[in-house]
Structure formats: structure tokens, C-alpha cells
């Protein structure tokens, strides 16, 4: 069982930066193995993939944050981080941190969300 805690959230404005961490609980072997994920839910919309760091550290992103998102993860620490600049009221949304274990393919593992507000 892996256990996901979130924080790094607040309001900034806009042209701001922000890093998100996700910290997890568990053994280091296990969150080795495991794909991390940021996704983000903003109000009245539907949860959105934000960024992916697989285990062996190749990432991706959704084309709204390229270039400005950075998804990078510490082993020894058990945590992923995101950080986020040039950040615009679009951004706001809550946050959310997922652990995807083999066999790959789904989230299995949720945080309970952190909140990120841009003001204009």
C-alpha cells in the first residue's frame, strides 16, 4: 500500500512559480518502480493529466504546461516534485499527485490534492 501527501500548494499571481511536492509512504523499492503522475482539476472541469515521470525518469506533458511544468522525482526521498512557472489564472485548479505500480496503465494510488491559485 502506498500513501500520497501533497503540498507546495497557495495562491501566487500570475507570472508566479510554485513547486508541488508528493511525498510517499512506503518502502524505496517500491516507489522506484512506480510511474508519478501530477494531474489537476479545476472547477466545473473534468481532471486533466498535467505531467508523467516514469520510472526511469522519462517525462511528458499536456501541451498547456510545456515548457513552463517540470515533473522530477527523488528516489531517495520517496517524492515527486512539480514545478510550475509562468503561471496563469488558468492554472488554478487542485492538484493531485498518482502512483501508477506494474503492470502499468492506471493510477492506483491518489493524494488527497493540494490547492493552486493564480490570481490576475
Known amino acids: 500500500q502506498v500513501q500520497l501527501v501533497e503540498s507546495g500548494g497557495g495562491l501566487v499571481q500570475a507570472g508566479g512559480s510554485l513547486r508541488l511536492s508528493c511525498t510517499a509512504s512506503?518502502?524505496?523499492?517500491?516507489?522506484?518502480?512506480?510511474?508519478m503522475s501530477w494531474h489537476r482539476q479545476a472547477p466545473g472541469k473534468q481532471r486533466e493529466l498535467v505531467a508523467r515521470i516514469s520510472s526511469s525518469g522519462s517525462t511528458d506533458y499536456a501541451d498547456s504546461v510545456k515548457g513552463r511544468f517540470t515533473i522530477s522525482r527523488d528516489n531517495a526521498k520517496e517524492t515527486a516534485y512539480l514545478q510550475m512557472g509562468s503561471l496563469n489564472p488558468e492554472d488554478t485548479a487542485v492538484y493531485y499527485c498518482?502512483?501508477?505500480?506494474?503492470?502499468?496503465?492506471?493510477?492506483?494510488?491518489w493524494g488527497q490534492g493540494t490547492q493552486v491559485t493564480v490570481s490576475s
Open positions: 512506503g518502502d524505496m523499492l517500491t516507489f522506484i518502480i512506480n510511474t
Open positions: 498518482a502512483a501508477d505500480k506494474p503492470p502499468y496503465g492506471s493510477d492506483d494510488y
